[in-house]
């Protein structure tokens, strides 16, 4: 667990069935011009339980329950996703590279000052905890790079 600037997690070799993620993103005609895919596969085994990460956290509330959705998400650079913190009903996010190169998430202060960048590394997470106007963050990809990522969030409901 990291503490600076806010609580996360980096856990490296997240995947179990790190190739089947990445051929699954790499198949995928309605992401290959970029976007997000939202997945809805019956047989959600193949995901890892994040449930689990909750316990580490000082998370948001969720008085009515939760719901958990995983997304493949594609950017080709040049592309700059805003600074931000967590919509207020995401609970927990996790992000996980995919492909061998990437640019990582950069995180900010709660002044929104730069702090630093998650390094991109194949399957590794990025774990966090929304909090109000504390988790700031932003991505990037850099021209002739294609970013790749699954991305897994728990959601009030």
């Known amino acids: 667990m990291e503490n600076k600037p806010w609580l996360h997690i980096i856990k490296d070799n997240f995947l179990d069935d790190y190739q089947f993620h990445l051929d699954k993103v790499l198949e995928r005609k309605s992401i290959g011009s970029g976007g997000k895919y939202k997945l ?7 995901f890892p339980d994040i449930v689990k990460y909750l316990d580490y956290f000082d998370h948001r509330p969720f008085k009515n329950g939760y719901k958990i959705d995983w997304y493949y998400s594609v950017q080709h650079g040049p592309y700059d996703y805003h600074i931000h913190s967590e919509w207020e009903k995401k609970i927990l996010s996790v992000v996980v590279y995919l492909g061998d190169v990437g640019t990582g998430t950069e995180i900010y202060n ?31 990809s850099v021209e002739n790079e294609t970013r790749k990522t699954l991305n897994g969030f728990i959601i009030a409901t």
Request: without cysteine.
């Open 40 to 46: 809805s596969i019956s047989d959600q085994t193949i």
């Open 110 to 140: 709660i002044d929104k000052s730069y702090f630093g960048q998650i390094k991109w590394k194949p399957n590794r997470a990025f774990i966090f905890a929304g909090k109000d106007d504390v988790t700031w963050h932003s991505y990037r």
